[in-house]
């Protein structure tokens, strides 16, 4: 489990926006990993079948959030900072910063194709895989997420 | 298009053509930039990692909810549902005092009668004579087997 557990927190983080929903995705997503053992195939990859949960899991949250109450985050409160910032530290932030702005206007199954590719470094082959879709379907939300986020981020800097 | 040239994606021929277009075609070329700056941006972006203490709390949920299936019984409920378990509970506690109070009585009973028929009855009527007493000896003795 330690072995994943940084990588699924990841991709909820970046899926869900959100410290809290994060960590509790990320703890949902191994409760059921571990309740779904048993229909584990051993031809899938792990990697592949925790993705696959961990995707599941965040829209189910998404889902959630929107019924329940619909809220527009600030960014999480773990981001901006007044503090001085070593250059390195600083582009990082600026970057996060960015990418997770952008994010929030982007339609959720666009996100996760981006979040694997982009942040986990997943091939269009294992995003296919734990999309459970066509590669052709992956290259073109891939394709459209980037343009998306494109634009959005020249907005942003327009501002 | 871009989005696979910049993942490598797309074939020998095809790399070859956009290449060839991206000379002439001010649009693509910008578009090819921003693209890249994007991919930069996710580049740096920071990887989270998962908050200290992580998989004990995971684990900790696993074992609570794997162990006590009546866990579910005591989660919250409203609050007439849980006062009705506490008064089932507090009447099967008082019935259990009760009945116990009962049995008890009954046998400390039994136990007095008997001590008084114990009383009654001396033990010398009932009881066989010890067998170092002179009188258990002499029992012994006048058996038929020690007759013959």
Request: glycine content about 4%.
């Amino acid at each position: 489990m330690r072995r994943y557990q940084d990588r699924v927190y990841n991709f909820c983080r970046y899926m869900l926006q959100n410290p809290e929903d994060a960590q509790d995705a990320a703890q949902d997503v191994f409760m059921k990993a571990y309740r779904g053992l048993k229909d584990f195939r051993p031809d899938s990859s792990t990697y592949t079948w925790i993705y696959r949960i961990a995707v599941t899991t965040c829209l189910d949250y998404k889902r959630k959030s929107r019924r329940e109450r619909f809220r527009r985050e600030p960014l999480p409160e773990d981001l901006p900072s007044d503090e001085p910032y070593p250059d390195q530290l600083y582009e990082s932030k600026e970057s996060t910063e960015a990418v997770q702005v952008a994010f929030q206007n982007l339609p959720e199954k666009l996100r996760a194709a981006i979040v694997l590719r982009e942040m986990e470094g997943l091939s269009y082959e294992e995003i296919a895989r734990v999309l459970h879709t066509s590669m052709g379907t992956v290259k073109s939300r891939i394709s459209r997420g980037r343009e998306q986020l494109r634009h959005l981020l020249k907005k942003i800097e327009a501002e | 298009m871009i989005s696979w040239y910049v993942d490598d994606e797309l074939s020998p021929d095809e790399k070859k053509d956009f290449d060839f277009h991206i000379q002439e075609c001010a649009t693509c070329r910008e578009e090819l930039e921003e693209t890249q700056a994007l991919l930069r941006i996710f580049a740096s972006a920071e990887r989270f990692s998962a908050p200290f203490g992580f998989t004990t709390r995971v684990l900790g949920n696993l074992g609570e909810k794997e162990e006590s299936p009546l866990r579910g019984l005591l989660a919250v409920k409203p609050f007439f549902l849980r006062s009705a378990q506490v008064a089932f509970a507090l009447v099967v506690i008082t019935i259990g005092i009760i009945s116990g109070n009962l049995l008890l009585a009954e046998r400390t009973d039994t136990i007095g009668q008997a001590a008084v028929v114990q009383e009654v009855f001396s033990l010398d009527l009932f009881q066989a004579t010890p067998p170092d007493s002179i009188g258990g000896i002499y029992s012994t003795l006048m058996r038929p087997s020690h007759e013959s």
